[in-house]
């Protein structure tokens, strides 16, 4: 192996299994690599992609062997680590939650082996201009690296080159999810995130009423679709033990990873369009949208999920900013650290049975 491949420059980390979620999950997640691969050759950045299977199921193919991976080249490895289903089932909430996203991303970046660390989901395009400028490798050790993310009809044509399915996002887009909020551009509803200070928001500051304290009384991060992409050196997220492994559902917890990083010392840093970054919309009922939260809540509350409120995130948030420090939620064997977790690659993999690619790895 090279030199820039041992020590990357830049680790792209998500976490998925192959169980159809939001619906035709493996045409996005093949979307997805075959972007990433085709762009970090062209751009020649030396990188990795860490791919956490989470609780694979037992009746279908592992993603080594369901995703297309003959468009890596020479600048990126792939590694896939497997979370088996045994481990998956000593987690709180197991059986009604398949999948703990952030628990499976501290998985990959903890093992990653990159200076840079990119947590992202793998339902997600880069633009060619944003891959272009990380591959300048001037990145800064000290910055948390966010932008806006623009929701792209799902119809992204399998049968165009890489170029061709960007330029058909950009002209197929539904949303714009920015610092102060999102804009459904079907519609023209703006759904806000941040209000300005009135009297009235420092009145309820002041009553500590979480419920209804306008987000205005925190730091004024761009947290709006953060779990989709966060940019860090890789000391940031060890120095903030990565996401907090709360056994629940995902949300805000990539808004407290942003705040806590924020608050140890990595200062954010926002690019512009065209350094972009487009989401594959899926089915309903299956992530976040602005307009589908109501019944997003009502199918967690049904199923006994449990999720971090609005309320709660604000106030942790309110409290990193009053005493100018993270809260740090995790143990210092964040990650499964301690687990040795099987990897494999496609290369390893392609030519034989699935068992036979792995190999056992354990956290550093």
């Known amino acids: 192996m090279s030199a820039d491949r041992a020590t990357p420059y830049l680790s792209i980390v998500a976490t998925a299994r192959n169980d159809n979620h939001g619906g035709d999950l493996l045409r996005r997640m093949q979307l997805f690599v075959d972007g990433l691969l085709a762009q970090c050759e062209r751009y020649r950045l030396p990188s990795e992609v860490v791919l956490v299977e989470w609780n694979p199921p037992a009746d279908r193919p592992r993603l080594v062997e369901a995703l297309d991976w003959s468009n890596q080249g020479s600048h990126t490895d792939?590694?896939?680590?497997?979370?088996?289903?045994?481990?998956?089932?000593?987690?709180?909430?197991?059986?009604?939650?398949?999948l703990f996203q952030m628990i499976g991303k501290n998985v990959g970046i903890r093992r990653a082996r990159g200076s840079f660390v990119l947590a992202t989901n793998i339902d997600i395009l880069l633009s060619n201009e944003l891959v272009a400028h990380i591959a300048q490798?001037?990145?800064?050790?000290?910055?948390?690296?966010?932008?806006?993310?623009?929701?792209?009809?799902?119809?992204?044509?399998?049968?165009?080159?890489?170029?061709?399915?960007l330029a058909w996002c950009r002209s197929h887009c539904i949303r714009l999810e920015a610092r102060d909020g999102t804009s459904d551009l079907r519609t023209g509803q703006f759904h806000r995130i941040y209000w300005e200070p009135t009297w009235r928001v420092r009145l309820?500051?002041?009553?500590?009423?979480?419920?209804?304290?306008?987000?205005?009384?925190?730091?004024?991060?761009?947290?709006?679709?953060c779990g989709d992409f966060t940019l860090m050196h890789r000391q940031r997220w060890f120095d903030v033990r990565g996401y907090a492994e709360l056994q629940m559902y995902s949300m805000h917890l990539d808004s407290v990873l942003c705040t806590a990083a924020h608050f140890a010392g990595a200062r954010e840093h926002v690019w512009r369009d065209p350094l972009s970054m487009f989401h594959i919309e899926h089915g309903t009922g299956s992530g976040f949208t602005p307009e589908g939260q109501a019944a997003l809540d009502a199918r967690l509350a049904k199923a006994g999920i449990p999720q971090l409120s609005h309320a709660e995130f604000?106030?942790?948030?309110?409290?990193?900013?009053?005493?100018?420090?993270?809260?740090?939620?995790?143990?210092?064997?964040w990650g499964l650290a301690r687990e040795s977790l099987p990897e494999c690659s496609p290369g390893s993999a392609a030519a034989q049975p699935h068992a036979s690619g792995f190999k056992s790895l354990t956290a550093a």
């Not at 987690?91 to 009604?96: G, I, P, S, T």
């Not at 309820?204 to 679709?225: C, F, K």
């Open 137 to 165: 490798q001037q990145l800064r050790p000290d910055r948390m690296y966010r932008l806006d993310r623009w929701d792209v009809d799902p119809n992204v044509p399998m049968s165009a080159s890489v170029d061709e399915r």
């Open 204 to 225: 309820l500051e002041a009553l500590q009423d979480w419920s209804i304290v306008p987000t205005v009384t925190r730091r004024r991060l761009h947290l709006n679709a």
């Open 78 to 98: 792939v590694r896939i680590i497997e979370v088996p289903p045994a481990l998956h089932r000593t987690h709180q909430h197991a059986e009604q939650l398949p």
């Open 314 to 333: 604000h106030k942790w948030a309110i409290e990193m900013r009053r005493t100018g420090k993270p809260i740090i939620f995790n143990e210092e064997d």
